[in-house]
């Protein structure tokens, strides 16, 4: 592979940079080593360990029954594959809502036991004392308000949120609150761009938004949606830049096709016995052919 002259790791400052000056930060979620450093070739931003990984990684319905530990599995594997990136831990359900000092210990961990740059966690006003408790512990934390899965229930279901002024008014009112609890990010999920523009403006941490318009800070996507091999279901937000479903599919039937036709494997993938060994291999099986009564 090429090599190539690697970038300094973004952080805060530069993001906060990037926002001042109208650069959008691009982010996208990753689960294991191989994406997380075709991320950090391909010069993303920002590398989010989403509790998705329920759904994209282990097939659960929802992000609900996702575990701490395995979080914490995924962020080592991203972040080896992508020493060089801002990769931020997304705090499961029920890791951080309980008790501040769990919220604390446990976005510990993601720094401590798996080397992340930050963490995530839903919710708006609701969760304030936790983000200002883990923010005082040292952690940089990212704010997620608008359609936040782990409360999908509460929601009505994976839905968009913000679309009525009252609606609007309280995810402003969420991420003005969570600025001022000392987030150093937030991410919008699934509202309209105009809401999208309007959080961006008001708030001075960048805004980050994923189904939340083009006026945002940057922009997130889930790298099964992007990368098209996630195909229970896609949100209207999502664009498909590969089918990677497609590809995998036809490789793999290509694969069974040439094993049961005898194309595969070929010479060029066989390896030779030594040539001054020959006489002596052709011997050696021989004598078992014979012991065991085998003609061909
Ligand atoms: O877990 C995740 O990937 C997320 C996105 C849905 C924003 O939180």
Partial sequence: MEQRDTPAKKGRFEFLKMKKEGVKLTWVTAYDYPIAHFAEEAGIDMILVGDSLGMVVYGYEGTIPVTMDECLIHCRAVRRGAPHTFVVGDMPFLSYQVTVGDAITNAGRFLKEAGMDAIKLEGGRRVVDKIRGIVDAGILVIGHIGLTPQSSGQLGGFKAQGRTAASAEELIRDALAIQEAGAFALLLEAVPPELGKAISELLDIPVYGIGAGKYTDGQLLING???????????????????????????????????????????????SVLKEELEAFKSVVQKYKNANGIQK
Avoid: C, Q, W
């Fill in 225 to 271: 949606d992007m990368l098209g091999y996630f195909d229970a279901f896609t949100p209207k937000f999502v664009k498909k830049y590969a089918n990677l479903a497609k590809v995998i599919t036809d490789a793999m039937r290509n694969y069974v096709d040439e094993v049961h036709s005898g194309a595969f494997p070929g010479p060029e993938h066989s390896y």
